[in-house]
């Protein structure tokens, strides 16, 4: 992002901005990309700053830093937060990398790497970043595993929607999850009450009605999965929503 694209920004400010970044050790850089291109890495930092010294200008606007964890960069968490603190953001995420298409374990992290994750989440919880993070979603999420639906069921589809900026709209922020409908050819009020939804619904309401659809979708590590133990410390007490319960989850 050069000082135009800066300036343009600044006219028409988002609510939010996000920058995700995979690596931002340059020891690490080499591991993903070539070495003829390390000097990106210097360049994305640039780029960062340029965007902190220009934070004034966006009053509004909300600041996050976001990286995937993976096995390159999974010993980086404190300095990405100390990192965001310098450069004035407003929060930082990490994520667990979901396996990718074709080779799902590349680069993902091992089981050994795994476990030291959670352990130096628990550490760095107890430090003070001067930055908003979101380290006790990720030490759930990690606990929880990639097979989320085997665990938490998923209540998305009754709480939850996402419009695109196609007009498309979804249940959840997963691209590959099911469309319901489009909202440039039905309202929204019929789209969240038609014949998809209703269908996913009725399919959710049973356990076994996740080998159906799981397929076709990438649940793992699912970032909405606080949300669904939320709603389902609730739902659980209700005899009939135990149909939708796996053995394991229910307390």
Known sequence: ???AQIAGLIKSPPQELQISTWIS???DWPTLYSREDGCRLEKMWDNMNRLSLAKKKFAQTRFILHQPLHRFNYREMAS???RAHKLGFDRVTFSPLKPLPGNPEAIALTTNQKRTVEKEIMQLKQIDFGVDHNLNDLL???RIGPDVWQTVPCYMPWSHARIRSNGSVTFCNNPNHLMLGDINQQPFSVIWNDRPIQKLRKQLIHHDGYKHIIESMDCAYCCHVLHNLCVHQVVRRLSWI??????SARL
């Open 25 to 27: 050790s340059p020891q």
């Open 242 to 247: 135990k149909l939708m319960i796996p053995t």
């Open 80 to 82: 990405l937060l100390k």
């Open 140 to 142: 759930h999420r990690m």
């Open 1 to 3: 992002m050069d000082e």
